[in-house]
């Protein structure tokens, strides 16, 4: 079974406009850390926003939000304000507490596509 | 100042050539990390060097060869790499292994091997 799903293969928002992009987790762990991460074109892979498992309020990076459902076992990014630099595979990924919390877990992404 | 630099960006390799990655982050970071990612994937964890020891060996074909020569520094050697190994290779690292610590990964190595 996925761990990480993430069901939009591609987006496209207006300029100006926000945007969610959807992630669900699978976990049986109760210690877990959810992340964002944005990969442009030339690779780098830069990470945006961070929900620890037993944190009470959704995360908040500038124009990056979690919308974190615990219940739900879901982390959706959205994204106020789109910018055409926000144009990008986005990834969502998750570290588990069992065995060390070393890997980080990917799910398969979203592209996202920044409209004028 | 969150970065992590690899060397070279881009590398291009014969089966029979031997070559090294280079990955170096000065945040004092105790975890460092080998991701493979072929297009339109996501990454795949090959390596874990945690506090200078390889922690994580996703069973990995022993043509790639890892090395972690102090706490700032990760090499990956390659040798007789198979064209299906051309990728991008991508190193992290992060403060300390465990779950909450946020992983910083550098702009990666795009490989090809001839």
């Known amino acids: 079974a996925q761990k990480i799903t993430q069901t939009q293969p591609g987006m496209f928002v207006q300029e100006k406009e926000a945007v969610t992009l959807d992630c669900t987790y699978d976990?049986?762990?109760?210690?877990?850390?959810l992340f964002w991460y944005k990969q442009p074109s030339s690779g780098e892979m830069i990470f945006l926003i961070y929900q620890g498992s037993y944190d009470q309020q959704n995360a908040t990076e500038g124009r990056y939000s979690l919308n974190f459902q615990k219940a739900r076992k879901s982390a959706n990014l959205v994204i106020s304000a789109s910018q055409l630099g926000d144009s990008a595979m986005y990834f969502c990924?998750?570290?588990?507490?069992?065995?060390?919390?070393?890997?980080?877990?990917f799910g398969t992404g979203t592209q996202l596509k920044v409209e004028l | 100042d969150t970065e992590v630099t690899q060397t070279p960006k881009h590398l291009v390799m014969g089966m029979t050539n031997k070559k090294s990655l280079k990955c170096e982050q000065h945040?004092?970071?105790?975890?460092m990390y080998w991701y493979k990612q072929k297009a339109k994937k996501p990454p795949e964890l090959m390596f874990v060097y945690s506090y200078e020891k390889l922690s994580i060996n996703e069973s990995v074909p022993s043509r790639f060869s890892p090395e972690c020569p102090n706490s700032s520094l990760l090499n990956l050697h390659l040798h007789a790499l198979q064209p299906e190994d051309s990728a991008l290779y991508l190193c992290?690292?992060?403060?300390?292994?465990?779950?909450?610590?946020?992983?910083?990964f550098g702009a990666g190595t795009r490989l090809s091997v001839l």
């Open positions: 992290a690292s992060s403060q300390n292994p465990g779950f909450k610590n946020i992983q910083y």
């Open positions: 945040m004092g970071h105790r975890a």
């Open positions: 976990t049986s762990d109760p210690s877990y850390g």
């Open positions: 990924a998750m570290r588990e507490s069992l065995g060390g919390g070393n890997k980080l877990t």
